[in-house]
């Protein structure tokens, strides 16, 4: 994790608008992400980190997150990254168990986009 990376994550960690067990969930999964090579830097990860940290905060809260009408779009996009989407389901599946924070189709496809943009600046 790159300084600005960390800096963003103080933040939500200090700021007081994401709870801390998802802080501490969103950190881990860097780490992972990190630790097998991806290139969890700002630029690569801050959009990801943002997301996360704040959808898993609302499930938690147990306030809803509404589907999007770009839903389609979002899974087509997806049909050329299946590793993306694989690892977004088995993050929400993490999620689920550990945070008790279903994250709804729609989320999890985003978190895909996420991935795949960190899985395209690992092979810059």
Do not use: C, K
Not at 17 to 41: I, K, M, S, Y
Not at 94 to 121: D, I, K, Q
């Amino acid at each position: 994790m790159d300084e600005r990376l960390a800096i963003r994550v103080r933040l939500f960690r200090e700021g007081g608008q994401v709870r801390p067990e998802v802080v501490e969930f969103v950190v881990a999964e860097l780490a992972a992400l990190d630790a097998e090579g991806a290139p969890v830097t700002d630029e690569s990860a801050g959009l990801l980190t943002s997301h996360l940290m704040f959808a898993l905060t609302r499930l938690v809260d147990g306030e809803p997150i509404t589907e999007y009408s770009t839903d389609a779009q979002v899974a087509a996009e997806l049909a050329d990254h299946p590793e993306a989407l694989w690892r977004a389901r088995a993050v929400a599946a993490r999620a689920r168990e550990r945070l008790g924070a279903t994250l709804p189709e729609s989320e999890v496809n985003f978190l895909g986009l996420h991935l795949a943009v960190l899985a395209r600046h690992g092979t810059h």
